[in-house]
């Protein structure tokens, strides 16, 4: 009698075929206009920083599990793409030091400590960033980080530009097309805001970005900045200098929806977008930093586990007609 | 299988498989020489079992292990024991299996046992619980709400299958006749019917109330009927029958009308067969029927490291031998090929909310998984609504992170419900 050895698993035999690293690499691939983009205008250095980026982070990883004595998760991209979406908010003429210190934070801190994928409760990238921020402000100053370029557009930090001369006197010097096409001096991957609003369009087609998240957190830059506008227009910007500049696009499409640290049900994303993008505008116009981004997404990160608690009822609960 | 499709701004669809048109009359296949029943009751040293090896049964003959016993078969042939044996299922339940050598002729001719049946659930109940389909007469006569609405299924519950549509199709009248008798043995005050929206059934329903199912997965689930069409909230942890609603597929109804006609025991199972290829066949089967002789009728190869899942891909169990018998209520056999066979990890949940999204239930699947992985299984239900869940499966359908999440929630109630006994 030809008694087969058989699989025996419980159901459902199917699934979607979707996995981790198609997830990650989607990701990866929707971020390479505006890195691409990034290190033609600014070379080298750039390519430089973003290939440390990504290869540190990785091998970070690779250590914390032989460490912990885990089993090796790289082959899921996660790690990698923390370390470009890193990569892309730092200025091309970073440190390697920096680089390296910073990948540590956000891959080891940020991520290992907390169990690997998918425990992090905050953006990885954005703990990195966020440590570096407190640590060395300076080398966050882009117009210094630039000094040496010569570039055929206005060479200044918008965000920075606003921060030190006020609305007024930098009105018109920032054309919002000019915002879009990525003529602003920025992070590597933070300026070519087109390339980052592709980039998250296909995200959202290929239902790896839940659309609330962005679309509720564009809206909240642009009614909060454009409030604050209508407030005083000869101190604070109006929305499209926000929109386009900083980190706001990358937040947008690529910070805030990362999936450990971000709502899931549809009024909590809502809510989750808009509020830390309010949070971002209050930073810009009222805070210390030039650039909210960081710090407001980490703090809506915070509130996650708190807002994701409104949710639908379960079927059937709470029901007792039986 | 079905895979995601390269956009997907909204939750993917699943839709149930129509039965062709104008569909082909079930193969025929040979009684087999030995025969497999499975009998849901151990076997148990200290008590004196009432057959033996070697004693011969009659077509119809009910088939007890034990004097007080409750659970019984009914001999699909005549012929003798041969082996009686333990069995353990799936879910790593103890049960009896029995090996009958048929001695009767190939044709089916031979005249069942009849049976004194009268129309009461008691009498139903003594003998007609192995009828092909399985109809629920065990639960029924131990329930203790009052049945009032009786649902016929002649849309199959699970994906790819056909079989309940296939049965709509060809026998309607039998499952009236059979839908009347059941009011009558039951006393329920309402008959409904469940058509899928895309089958052309003709003629009149009278009394008969009918529901026109979506095509979309998980629309034929007994909880969705309920809700969509009965206008009824399953409370968590409640079953139909808890509501006064008991849930009988279209075959079952049909083999009860055959059953009062001729005062005897049908026992052939029509089986839809999904072949690797996903080829479909349709077999009429005697209860009992190793599979094995099935694939090789329809020359389905069956080679190690495949799968041979009973019921539909979402929520089927998958068997370990090829020689596992047709049983009453198996609507569907899929063989999944090795190479077919989606993987399954051990990684973290990541959030990414698919499965809330696409829950019927509204379940927080995300959390919930978080809490039945690190056996909080009193919390999960409190806080994460582990009992609201319908066994779909589609949350483990679509998950990222390839997470067995519907096997954690079918492990996460089985030991709620230990837990709660011992308590």
């Known amino acids: ?322 | 299988m079905i895979k995601r499709s390269f956009f997907t701004l909204t939750r993917p669809k699943l839709s149930y498989d129509s039965v062709e048109q104008n569909p082909k009359k079930p193969e025929s296949i040979n009684i087999p020489s030995n025969l497999t029943l499975l009998l849901n009751e151990p076997l148990d040293n200290t008590k004196k079992l009432l057959i033996q090896k070697g004693d011969s049964v009659e077509k119809g003959q009910k088939i007890c292990l034990y004097s007080d016993s409750a659970e019984y078969v009914i001999a699909p042939v005549a012929g003798t024991i041969r082996v009686i044996d333990a069995y353990i299922d799936a879910l790593g339940n103890t049960s009896t299996f029995l090996v009958i050598k048929n001695i009767q002729t190939q044709t089916s001719d031979t005249k069942a046992k009849t049976y004194d049946l009268k129309e009461d659930i008691a009498s139903a109940d003594r003998y007609l619980r192995n009828l092909p389909g399985a109809p629920p007469f065990k639960k029924l006569a131990d329930n203790k709400t009052k049945i009032n609405t009786i649902v016929i299924t002649c849309a199959d519950a699970d994906l790819l299958s056909t079989t309940s549509q296939y049965i709509a199709l060809n026998s309607m009248d039998k499952i009236k006749t059979g839908a009347r008798i059941l009011k009558n043995i039951i006393g329920a005050v309402k008959i409904c019917i469940t058509v899928p929206q895309d089958l052309n059934i003709q003629g009149e329903f009278d009394s008969i109330q009918v529901f026109r199912t979506d095509t979309t997965y998980p629309s034929n689930l007994p909880a969705m009927i309920l809700k969509n069409h009965l206008n009824m909230i399953l409370p968590a942890g409640k079953t139909p029958e808890d509501l006064g609603v008991c849930f009988i597929c279209a075959e079952a109804a049909a083999s009860i009308a055959d059953a009062y006609e001729t005062k005897s025991a049908g026992a052939e199972k029509i089986v839809t067969i999904i072949g690797k290829q996903g080829t479909r066949y349709r077999v009429k089967a005697t209860i009992g029927t190793p599979l094995r002789k099935i694939f090789d009728l329809f020359s389905i190869h069956i080679n190690d490291q495949d799968r041979i899942i009973i019921g539909g891909p979402m929520q089927g169990i998958s068997t370990y031998s090829p020689f596992h018998p047709v049983e009453p209520g198996m609507d569907t056999v899929i063989v999944q090929d090795r190479d077919e066979i989606p993987e399954i990890c051990d990684n973290a949940c990541v959030n990414c909310g698919k499965c809330v999204r696409i829950c019927p239930a509204n379940i927080q699947a995300n959390i919930l998984v978080r809490y039945l992985a690190a056996d909080q299984y009193e919390e999960a239900a409190d806080k994460c609504d582990l009992e609201s869940c319908i066994e779909c499966g589609l949350c483990a359908y679509v998950c990222t992170a390839k997470i067995p999440i519907y096997q954690y929630i079918k492990l996460g109630k089985h030991e709620l419900k230990k837990l709660r006994a011992e308590a």
Request: proline fraction near 5%; aromatic fraction near 12%.
């Open chain 1, 1 to 322: 009698m030809n008694n087969n050895k058989l699989t025996v698993s419980h159901a459902p035999f199917w699934h979607d075929g979707d996995s981790l690293f198609q997830m990650n690499l989607n990701i990866i691939i929707a971020a390479l206009p505006a890195i691409i983009f990034g290190i033609l205008q600014f070379g080298a250095p750039a390519l430089g920083v973003i290939a440390l980026a990504v290869s540190s982070a990785m091998i970070w990883e690779i250590i914390s599990n032989i460490i912990a004595r885990q089993k090796q998760t790289i082959g899921d991209l996660d790690s990698a793409l923390i370390g470009l979406l890193f990569g892309m908010m730092l200025p091309a003429t970073s440190p390697w030091w920096m680089v390296i210190i910073g990948t540590l934070v956000a891959v080891v801190v940020g991520k290992m400590i907390f169990g690997g994928t998918g425990a992090n409760p905050f953006n990885p990238a954005l703990v990195g960033m966020a440590f570096l921020m407190l640590s060395w402000p300076v080398l966050f100053d882009f117009d210094a980080a630039y000094v040496s370029y010569d570039v055929n557009y206005t060479a200044l930090a918008p965000l920075a530009a606003l921060k030190s001369m006020g609305a007024e006197s930098i009105s018109g010097v920032f054309a919002t097309g000019d915002l879009i096409m990525g003529k602003q001096l920025g992070a590597i991957g933070s300026t070519f805001g087109l390339g980052l609003i592709l980039g998250g369009i296909y995200l959202i087609l290929r239902g790896y970005v839940r659309w609330e998240i962005p679309v509720s957190f564009i809206a909240g830059i642009i009614i909060c900045a454009w409030a604050f506008n209508l407030s005083d227009p000869t101190k604070y910007a109006g929305p499209m200098i926000h929109l386009f500049s900083g980190y706001t696009l990358l937040g947008a499409f690529f910070l805030a929806p990362e999936n450990s640290s971000s709502p899931v049900n549809t009024i909590p994303m809502l809510l989750y977008g808009f509020f830390a993008a309010v949070m971002i505008i209050l930073m810009r116009n009222i805070g210390l930093y030039s650039d909210g981004t960081v710090l407001g997404i980490l703090l809506f990160n915070l509130a996650n586990p708190l807002i994701d608690s409104i949710r639908p009822k379960a079927l059937g609960k709470g029901v007792n007609h039986a």
